[in-house]
Every structure is written in C-alpha cells, then in structure tokens.
C-alpha cells in the first residue's frame, strides 16, 4: 500500500537559511540522518508491518501516528532491534555526521555495534517510565551508569553528570532528585528522568514512544517544551510516537500516518491536517469528540441527582520521628468543595494528578470518609449510612481502565449481571440473563445474528479469531458466544462499553465517569463519548465526569468545576469557565488542549 506522500517546496527553508528544526540548512537537502526502507516485521509468520518506508532529516521532528496496533511502536523498536521473536527484513541506514556517504544498516550490523549505537546515537524514550526505570535504583544511578559505559566516565564523573542532566530538563532540586527512586517521583518527574538518560549521550536520533500519554495536559506542554528545547540546542532528529494529534499540531514537522502495519499518508504537518489525502487520516482528524447533549433543562426536573457543601475528605499519612508513634498526620485532598450535579446534566470535573478530583468521585460513591454534607438524590449520603444500598444502586461508576475494572475470571454475563445479585436477588437466572442482554444492547453489543441487520464487515479482533461484525448504520456489533466469552477477548473500547452495561443493569440515576475514555484511542473515544451521550438524552442520566481532558469537556458537560491542589478554583458552564476562564490556571489547561 503506498502512502500518500507531501513535498512542498514552500515548507521548505530558503538555500542557506536555519530551517526551523535546528539543523543544518543543506541537512535536508541532501542527505537524511535515517533512511528506513521497505521495513517489514512479522511474529510466527504474521506481519504486522508492511514494507514501511520513512526518512528523517538530521535536526528535523517526524511524528508516526496511528490507533493502538497500528504497528508504529513496533515500527520505532525493530529500529533498534529490541523487539523479541520477531522476523525484521529491509534497511535502516543511519548516516554518519561526516560525511554523509558512511552509513549503517542497524538491521543488519552485528549486535555488538549496535550496542554502540544505542544510547549513544540512537536513544529512546519508553512509553511508561515507571516500568521502563530500575525500581531497585536511584534514577541518579541508572542516568550515571549510561555515562560510564558509553563514554567511559569515572563515577564520580558520571555523578555530576547525570545531576546535570536532571537539571537540564527541569527537574527541581536534581541533586536531591538524583538520589530518589522511581516511586518517590511524580508522573511527570519519571518522565523527566527518563528523558535525562535518554539524552544523557547528547544522541543523533531520540525514539519517543507515547513520551506524554501518561500525564496530565499541563504536563503535557512542558515536556514537549523540553524535548523542543532540548533539540534545538543539540540538533538531534526526533522520531515521535504518537495518538495525540494535539500533540502532533504543536510539535512536529511532518507526520507519517500508520494503519494496520501500513504507512499510508506522510507530509508536512500543516499540509496533512488542512488537506488529509487518506480516509483513515481523515478519520483520525475527525475524531476530536463532538458535542451532542440537551443543552437546556426544564427547572422544574427535579431536585439534584447530587449535591455537597463545604465537602472536605482527607487522607492519614505517618508523620517522621517520635512524633509519628503516637499520632498521624492529615493530608487533606478535597477542601470545602460545593457543588450540584442536575438532573439529566452532567457535571466535569478538570484538573491535573493531584488536584483532588479522584478523591472527589470516591466521596461521591460512598467509598471515601468526608466531612460536610453530600447527598444524592435527596437522600444523605455517607459511608456508614444505613440507607447506602438503596443509594448505591442509583450510584453507580465507570473506571478508567476497563480492563483492570473487569475481573478476568468472570464471564460477560457474571460481569454484567452481578448487580443484579444484590439489587435483585429474587429474579431468576433466565429473568437475570435477559436483563443482561438487554443492557448490552443498550451499549451497542448483542450476541444473537438479528442483532444487527444489513450488510456487515469485520471488525479488528484482538485474538485474531472469531471476530465481531458491525452492521453500516448499525444497531452494534454481533459477537458470537458473546455471554460466555472473558474480558481478554475484546478491544479497548468493547471492554468500557460491558464496563457501561455493569453500571446500567441496576438502572441507576447517576454515573461518575473517572476519565473514562483516557486509555483509549481517538477513534475509540469519540464512539464511546457518542454512547454516553446517547444514553444520557434516552435517559435522563446525571453524569459526574472526572477527567484532565478539556476537549472531553468541552464535548460532555453542562456544568464545569476546576480543580487544583484540592480546592475548586472556578466553577460555571462550559461557555463561561472554557470560552472566558478567569482564574489563571483555568487559563493554562484551556491553551494546553489548544
């Protein structure tokens, strides 16, 4: 499949200008610091890549963007050959600063030359630091040993070296920071460490796997702002891995386009998304969730699905020293917040790891001791209240991760039915199983073949197996066998929407959404946001939405609350905090989502 390819000598410098990449003018022109060439990967004889090809200029950024298994991560660690039992044919040539004709093939050198050039060349940034770092070392260590083995430092050489290389990239206090484990960091400070050993070797070409997906948006913008610094001061090539076409916008020169192992559209970045060539770049441009709610309510719905004044939930922490033996301190997440959820509205709540705001949804749920007053539905609501079953069923919580919230031992129809057992345990087992089948269909899922009507096609499956069909304008998907089948055996997004079933068997009044669609992909999220939505106009539904993701905002609610540090820093509707935010920070996450 060839890829839609864009030259634009206008995206290009004028002869002899600083083109705005930091390399060399001439760089670009005429010679690439990478040139991958009908790349190909396969594991037990199935590709997964299919005859790729892509070059990146010295100095220059390049993003390769695709839906999870896409192949695009696969794609950056054949690079390297650090991907495990599999079959990778074609060429990598990786050109020497001087003079261009030297290069090598980094699939075909011998393994102890390309331990020379990882690290040293070629560095690569994981996609999740805390399992890509040594849990068991300082990440001052784990930095310091790269720089004796690669440039053959003494350790206390190296020491000081690796304390530069944390303050290079932000990190406060890096002495101190250098000797902290892993754990002892934050989310965006791992990612920061890891991007110090990366760059450590002062590379030719950095991999950036997903280097963001994992942090908040502000945190976001200052690693990207980072990696541009950092790039510009060292001239290094970047090879972004990506979803976030946010993210892409901001910091790449080009973008290359991959679906199903196949590189099928590649141009400047300004070029591809005003004129996508390719109908699946169309679809991922198309993806930023589109707003579909009832925007008025009549005042007379009814009280407030939820409500809390001066709501304060705290958490005991050991406090060092004698002290700690005989009293614990307080670290308190939530401070005197107040809020109201409306019926059939949904109410979001933003703001960045910390901020208070998962604390919040425990609370809502009953799960979390707190002080002030909450209800729901009218009714008190508290952690050892005698009322709570009754409340919890009209309560009810969809997670962030649906495949971690899902057990693996349980059926569809045990995970969805489950409910049932404590709501209502007096119906019988084919009373319980049509209930289950119902709701499934609700989300758009069904097992038997009238299920859906009209011509089908395949959809993706992850087992590569029995597979679902989704009918064009269709009610859903038809998966075969759908009760018996296990968690494992469906997507990202098929596991959230069983994960959406479980929540609306007991037919509850209202959902907490915790970040519910932040694990998966663009395409995926907007189908799911576009179900909720649906739902929510159906039904009536009141939906508490915790999320860092202001287009998701944008998209969902009626009502916004921001949240920093614990306390609410301002609250309003969507037009109002998003459209003319007047704290400072609220300011912050709308211009970072930009």
């Known amino acids: 499949m060839a890829p839609t390819l864009r030259t634009d000598a206008s995206s290009l410098p004028p002869e002899g200008a600083v ?4 390399g060399p003018a001439a760089g670009r022109m005429t010679h690439p610091l990478l040139e991958v060439r ?15 090809n892509f070059s990146i200029a010295p100095g220059e950024k390049l993003a390769l963007v695709g839906e999870s298994g896409s192949g ?12 495990q039992n599999a079959d990778i044919s074609g060429s990598a040539n990786l050109f020497g600063p001087q003079p ?31 399992t890509a770092l040594n849990p068991l070392f300082s990440v001052g260590d784990q930095i310091a040993e790269v720089l004796e083995l690669k440039q053959a430092l003494s350790k206390r050489q190296a020491w000081d070296a690796a304390i530069e290389a944390l303050a290079a990239t932000g990190i406060p206090e890096p002495a101190r920071r250098a000797q902290s484990f892993p754990h002892q960091l934050s989310g965006g400070q791992r990612q920061r460490a890891m991007i110090a050993m990366a760059l450590a070797c002062r590379p030719r070409l950095l991999l950036a796997d997903e280097p963001t997906t994992a942090l908040d948006v502000t945190l976001r913008m200052q690693i990207l702002e980072l990696l541009s610094d950092l790039q510009r001061q060292t001239g290094m090539a970047v090879l972004l891995i990506t979803h976030d076409l946010n993210l892409v916008r901001k910091f790449a020169d080009r973008v290359a386009v991959m679906e199903n192992g196949h590189l099928v559209e590649e141009g400047p970045v300004a070029q591809v998304f005003a004129d996508p060539q390719h109908a699946y770049t169309r679809k991922l441009i198309d993806s930023r969730p589109a707003r579909d709610v009832v925007e008025q309510l009549s005042p007379a719905s009814g009280p407030p699905a939820m409500r809390a004044s001066g709501l304060r939930a705290a958490y ?17 997440a939530v401070k005197g917040a107040d809020f109201e959820v409306a019926p059939g509205c949904t109410l979001g709540v933003v703001g960045e790891s910390g901020s208070g705001k998962s604390t919040l949804a425990l609370a809502a749920l009953g799960l979390m001791p707190h002080t002030g007053a909450l209800e729901a539905m ?33 059926t569809v129809e045990e995970i969805v039915g489950e409910g049932l057992l404590v709501h209502e345990p007096g119906l019988s087992a084919a009373a319980r199983r049509e209930r289950v089948v119902a709701a499934l269909a609700d989300v758009g899922m069904g097992e038997v073949q009238d299920f859906v009507a009209g011509p089908s096609q395949d959809e993706k499956h992850p087992l590569g197996g029995q597979q679902a069909t989704r009918s064009e304008g269709a009610r859903g998907l038809y998966f075969p066998g759908l009760l018996q089948r296990y968690p494992h055996e469906f997507s990202g997004g098929q596991r959230q929407r069983l994960a959406i079933a479980r929540a609306l068997i007991v037919q509850p009044q209202l959902l907490v959404l915790d970040e519910p669609t932040s694990a998966l992909d663009v395409t995926i999220q907007k189908q799911v946001l576009q179900l909720l939505q649906k739902l929510q106009r159906e039904r009536g539904l009141s939906y ?15 009502e916004v609350m921001v949240m920093k540090d614990g306390e609410v820093l301002e609250t309003g509707t969507v037009s109002q905090v998003l459209d003319a935010p007047q704290h400072p920070y609220t300011r912050i996450l709308v211009a970072a989502q930009v």
Request: no cysteine; charged share 25%.
């Open 544 to 558: 508490l939405l915790i999320t860092h993701d202001v287009d998701v905002i944008r998209a969902m609610a009626h």
């Open 378 to 410: 009218g009714q008190h609501w508290g952690v050892s209240s005698a009322g709570n079953k009754a409340i919890r069923r009209l309560v009810q919580v969809v997670f962030q991760d649906p495949f971690s919230s899902l057990s693996p031992r349980m």
């Open 100 to 130: 261009p004709s030297i290069k090598r093939d980094l699939l075909s050198i011998p393994e102890r030359e390309l331990r020379g050039i990882r690290g040293e060349e070629v560095a690569m940034i994981f996609q999740e630091p805390m």
């Open 38 to 52: 009908d790349l190909r990967v396969s594991f037990g004889g199935k590709a997964v890549v299919h005859g790729v």
């Open 19 to 22: 083109p705005p990449w930091g």
């Open 72 to 83: 695009k991560t696969v794609t950056a660690l054949s690079l390297l050959r650090l991907v």
């Open 316 to 332: 005991s922490v050991r406090i060092p020293g004698v002290r700690g033996w005989f009293r614990k301190g307080e670290f308190v």
